[in-house]
């Protein structure tokens, strides 16, 4: 079965440009989460979607992040613009209906210059 | 509110020894709860869960109790590998509804032949 796919797998981009990250979850998870990752801060769940409807974006640190999901396979997460300090691994989940667990994909090592 | 205490790593161990990492939660209700494993260069993986209390989750010679009593759900490894070497996450899941988890910080196991 595939898992969480999430690309690219790595990004080097100037600040200032956009970035945007990809996210295909299990087919058949209704729940998606992005999550970022960095030594300071530990894992931040940054937002999450429920049946493809935003439910808690809290975690989204500023106004230049955003997410969208507009079908049950495909989620985005973008920057815009992106700054250095947004460089980090941006993972993205999913889960199924009544199940706790989530699923991981691999990453995304984002680096701004 | 709800939060996840684990103890601070890097742990060190040397091949074959006892692994215990602690792992302590408040949280509201009776919640759900799981231990990640994080091995470099990939996203998270589900290792083990526990959804009730005196629940023995297991999984590649990992066990976790819930322990209601003292708020715990410490991993433990009767003898570890080289291989286990990674960062293992404890977290709780609030509700199912939501399928939000609250993540520890992490704590980095290294095994030495």
């Known amino acids: 079965d595939a898992g969480v796919i999430q690309s690219p797998r790595h990004e080097v981009t100037e600040m200032g440009q956009e970035v945007t990250l990809r996210c295909k979850p299990i087919s058949g998870h209704n729940s998606l989460f992005w999550y970022r990752q960095t030594m300071m801060r530990g894992l931040e769940l940054l937002i999450y979607?429920?049946?493809?409807?935003?439910?808690?974006d809290s975690g989204m640190p500023e106004d230049r992040f955003s997410a969208k999901m507009p079908n049950a396979s495909f989620s985005t997460l973008k920057i815009q613009p992106s700054e250095p300090r947004d460089s980090a691994v941006y993972f993205c989940?999913?889960?199924?209906?009544?199940?706790?667990?989530?699923?991981f994909g691999d990453g995304t090592r984002l680096s701004i210059l | 509110g709800n939060s996840v205490t684990q103890m601070e790593g890097p742990v060190t161990l040397s091949e074959e020894a006892f692994l215990t990492i602690n792992c302590t939660y408040t949280?509201?209700?009776?919640?759900?709860l799981f231990w990640y494993v994080q091995y470099p260069g990939e996203g998270l993986q589900l290792l083990l869960k526990?959804?009730?209390?005196?629940d023995k989750g297991s999984n590649k010679g990992f066990e976790a109790t819930y322990r209601k009593e003292t708020t715990s759900f410490h991993l433990e490894k009767g003898s570890v590998q080289v291989s286990d070497s990674a960062v293992y996450f404890c977290a709780l899941s609030r509700t199912s509804n939501t399928g939000k988890l609250i993540f520890g910080q992490g704590t980095t196991l290294q095994v030495k032949p």
């Open positions: 989940a999913s889960r199924g209906h009544g199940i706790e667990a989530q699923h």
């Open positions: 979607f429920n049946n493809n409807v935003p439910i808690d």
């Open positions: 949280a509201t209700g009776y919640p759900s």
């Open positions: 526990a959804t009730k209390a005196d």
